[in-house]
């Protein structure tokens, strides 16, 4: 196999009006010295869902973590991240409202021990909104966009800890959304689900795609081949090759991305 560090890259490009958001030599080092990241460059078009892929450490949750700042207390971040004309890896960005704006959905559902409904307006709240009759329509407009409404209008008011772990995952897409956020980070958000909720929860992210852009992280080979428009291939930290996800998978460019297709897709 060939050297990382020989290994030709290629990294699609967009137009500056159809990026959302963008790194620039975007590095990880943890514990101060021990380089995770190296110098990705890459840039993610509105409305699309783009799949990180890669081998188990390679370095797409490192850099998944980047793009809302979670990195923060855990490592040293070096490089720029361009969204809406700031780059947001300075120190004096306000991380709470980043985060309004690019929500984060976690591998494990992670919903709060209350209701369905408090799951929704726990935030809202917090920021100060009490009008019931906007919060009852927030609620229900993050639902059916996770499409998670149907089977849960009759119980909003029941535990959110009672629902199957494919729902709780939509709830927390749903609780991410009652934000109003423009970019979803998903770090392998199907991987404790069963087929059948995986299936549900790729549709819903499929209807999502109208109005948000996302970026994902995920193991499963046919996920990132069946739901999202771009795909980055990530190698012991370096991102090898990003492109469609069409050519990632029918006509790679490098041999280590096409090893890693082939290995994989099983
Ligand atoms: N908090 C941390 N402290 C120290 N090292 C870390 C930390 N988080 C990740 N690493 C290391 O950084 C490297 C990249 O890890 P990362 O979790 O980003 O990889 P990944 O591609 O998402 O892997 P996986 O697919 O297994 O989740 C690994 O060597 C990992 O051990």
Same mark, same amino acid.
């Given at each position: 196999m060939q050297n990382v560090n020989e290994a030709p890259t290629y990294i699609h490009q967009f137009d500056k009006?159809?990026?959302?958001?963008?790194?620039?030599d975007l590095s990880v080092f943890y514990g101060g010295s021990v380089q995770k990241l190296f110098n990705a460059s890459l840039q993610f078009k509105k409305k699309t869902i783009t799949a990180l892929i890669g081998g188990s450490g390679s370095g797409k949750s490192t850099f998944l973590r980047c793009l809302n700042r979670m990195n923060d207390k855990v490592a040293r971040v070096d490089g720029e991240i361009?969204?809406? =004309?700031?780059?947001?890896?300075?120190?004096?960005?306000?991380?709470?409202?980043?985060?309004k704006n690019i929500g984060m959905v976690f591998q494990k559902p992670n919903p709060f021990p209350k209701s369905i409904r408090e799951n929704i307006t726990y935030a809202l709240k917090a920021n100060g909104e009490n009008d019931k009759q906007k919060l009852d329509q927030i609620v229900e407009e993050s639902l059916r966009a996770a499409a998670l409404w149907d089977e849960v209008k009759d119980k909003l008011d029941k535990s959110a800890l009672a629902?199957?772990? =494919?729902?709780?995952q939509r709830l927390c897409i749903a609780r991410a959304l009652a934000l109003k956020p423009e970019i979803l980070l998903l770090d392998e958000p199907a991987s404790a689900l069963d087929p059948v909720s995986t299936s549900k929860l790729e549709d819903t992210l499929k209807q999502l795609r109208t109005d948000y852009t996302m970026i994902m992280v995920t193991h499963n080979m046919q996920q990132a081949s069946r739901i999202s428009d771009y795909t980055a291939f990530f190698h012991l930290g370096h991102v090898l090759e990003y492109d469609t996800t069409e050519n990632i998978f029918t006509n790679p460019k490098g041999e280590i991305t096409e090893d890693y297709i082939r290995g994989s897709f099983g």
């Open positions: 009006d159809e990026q959302i958001i963008s790194t620039q361009w969204y809406h =004309g700031l780059d947001i890896n300075k120190n004096n960005i306000n991380v709470y409202q980043l985060r629902m199957s772990g =494919g729902q709780q």
